[in-house]
């Protein structure tokens, strides 16, 4: 359909972004870029993908992540910074221009933002208290020496007549657990215990650097992004360098890609490697949507997209050599095999493992400090996008109340996901941490996208996205992505979100098993979000008038059709 002017402005209430205060604009492109890449790229790339890697079937499992990235992730994410760029509007107002009826998606993507806000902060505060104690002549966790080491403690480490237990602990592991954590005074979630005023101290710190990185828009946060988001990749080639010319790593670069074909027939390898690229690109949080939203109209984000979601990829496989030259390394010490180091996973992996092993290196204290500097950078620019989503979402849809009170907002905001994560800074906050991560972001998120994917491809049209991307870009996307859209893409995520369902594997963190009654609070937190999605279409049908014919039409046509003549010179008539 030909391109033509836009009409006047429509009768109504004004529209985000315009009138009064027109909408931020990236400053550089590079800006844009490193904004989602130090999104997409984030302390999951370097603990959960080499241990996915290694677990099904090391080399062998690069196929199906591949699979899953060309037909599943890329295609999503290419989506997601199309839409975000072309309305340019959040997560929550975006729906009236799509299908107004699917409004509760972007409800219930503020909610997960939070609910993701209140444990991945205190992660980067527990790399932060790591980092303030690596200013030392003699790492703390170098040895059991230490007030709060117990008789199982054992550093094998230059010693030829170690004994290694299934009750020994290492130095590094202690001082986590007992130091930083002091989870010994947590009887489980029954009785978390009091606050850690230290990491309580880290993460009063943590939120401060957020607040100030994005009080001002994109203006600002665009600007720290130079740091953050370039800062994990040097340090990661400092670790790759020292890491292979350690004595052992390349037993660990075997065992992470020696391929074992046999996994490719089990389930469960797919359904990891769906999940891992979904997870890691990070389609549906609403951050690609925010952060494409400060985009100019005719930015190529087809090429961002497939840059971007590549970049994040090669990291991921980068970070397992990082991660397996060490654990090749620490097998050497202990004189095991690299399968009995390699067991920990998720936090454990950055928190035990990695820095035992940098407490035995020559020049420990060094690396131990540039190690947890890449942490807290990878963390924060995570948090960056994440709380951008739900700044963006909610100021676009309430743009009369919020319009030029960014800064008090975002304070409220910060404030408010400070308070939900004390929780998380008890004694035994971990155990919350680690509820929080299964059940505040799993299922639930997935279940968004899938119906994000559906409510765009089936209910706007394939055919008026296609020809929302070609008045940006000037040509229509092609047939591989339309197939991907409509069928691929949604098919994957259901399988997904249904083997996740099927498949519950008992939750267990440092030998505590958690109670049934946690499980059941856990489900109720994943639904508390999703909820808002059903709760969203009655409440439309509802209160739409007419029959219910008419109020089905009028709940899954597009409100807004056309663009604002304040926001872009040319836009697109109605595709109908």
Excluded at 126 to 135: C, K
Excluded at 413 to 432: D, E, R
Excluded at 539 to 560: D, F
């Amino acid at each position: 359909m030909a391109e033509q002017p836009c009409p006047g402005p429509t009768a109504g209430p004004a529209s985000p972004g315009t009138q009064s205060h027109p909408r931020d604009k990236w400053s550089k492109k590079m800006d844009f870029l490193l904004s989602v890449i130090g999104f997409a790229v984030d302390l999951g790339n370097v603990w959960r993908f080499p241990y996915i890697c290694y677990q099904n079937g090391g080399g062998a499992f690069l196929i199906p992540y591949t699979l899953m990235a060309v037909f599943g992730g890329v295609p999503l994410f290419y989506m997601e910074l199309a839409l975000g760029q072309f309305h340019r509007t959040g997560a929550i107002p975006i729906w009236k221009r799509i299908c107004p009826i699917f409004k509760g998606i972007g409800f219930a993507i503020c909610i997960i933002g939070l609910y993701v806000s209140f444990y991945y902060n205190t992660i980067i505060a527990w790399a932060l208290y790591y980092f303030y104690s690596s200013f030392s002549g003699t790492l703390p966790w170098a040895s059991c020496d230490n007030p709060w080491n117990t008789p199982d403690c054992t550093n094998y480490f230059g010693r030829s007549n170690v004994t290694w237990t299934n009750f020994s602990r290492s130095p590094a592991e202690e001082f986590y657990t007992r130091k930083v954590l002091e989870i010994q005074k947590s009887g489980g979630l029954y009785d978390v215990g009091g606050i850690r005023w230290q990491l309580l101290l880290c993460l009063f710190l943590i939120f401060t650097i957020v607040y100030f990185s994005l009080w001002k828009g994109v203006k600002t946060s665009g600007k720290v992004v130079w740091v953050t988001a370039t800062l994990p990749y040097v340090v990661l080639l400092v670790l790759l360098v020292r890491g292979a010319t350690l004595p052992g790593a390349w037993r660990g670069v075997v065992f992470y890609l020696r391929p074992d074909w046999g996994k490719l027939l089990s389930t469960s390898v797919w359904v990891d490697a769906a999940a891992q690229i979904f997870f890691s690109l990070g389609p549906g949080f609403g951050v690609l949507l925010a952060l494409a939203s400060y985009n100019h109209f005719h930015n190529n984000c087809y090429r961002d997209a497939l840059v971007t979601s590549a970049v994040n990829c090669l990291t991921s496989f980068l970070s397992g050599f990082v991660i397996f030259t060490v654990l090749g390394y620490m097998a050497e010490m202990r004189d095991v095999e690299v399968e009995d180091v390699a067991r920990d996973k998720g936090p454990s992996l950055l928190f035990i493992t990695y820095p035992e092993a940098i407490a035995n290196m020559v020049g420990s204290t060094f690396f131990a400090i540039i190690f947890f500097l890449m942490m807290i950078t990878l963390g924060l620019d995570s948090t960056f996008g994440g709380l951008e989503a739900v700044i963006t979402a909610v100021m676009d849809e309430y743009p009369q109340v919020l319009a030029g009170r960014r800064e008090l907002f975002v304070l409220g905001l910060i404030t408010v996901c400070f308070l939900g994560s004390l929780s998380t800074l008890t004694y035994g906050g971990a155990y919350v941490v680690k509820l929080l991560e299964e059940f505040g972001a799993g299922c639930s998120i997935l279940a968004v996208v899938l119906l994000e994917t559906i409510a765009v491809s089936w209910f706007y049209g394939i055919q008026r996205f296609s020809h929302d991307v070609k008045a940006m870009l000037g040509f229509t996307p092609g047939m591989f992505w339309k197939v991907c859209w409509v069928a691929v893409s949604p098919a994957l995520l259901a399988f997904i979100v249904i083997s996740s369902l099927l498949d519950q594997p008992p939750l267990m963190l440092f030998d505590y098993q958690y109670p049934e009654w946690s499980i059941s609070v856990g489900y109720l937190i994943g639904a508390s979000s999703f909820i808002c999605i059903p709760f969203y279409m009655v409440y439309k049908l509802v209160w739409t008038p007419g029959s219910l014919k008419q109020r089905l039409a009028v709940c899954i046509r597009p409100e807004k059709t056309t663009r604002e003549p304040q926001a872009e010179a040319v836009c697109m008539s109605p595709v109908l």
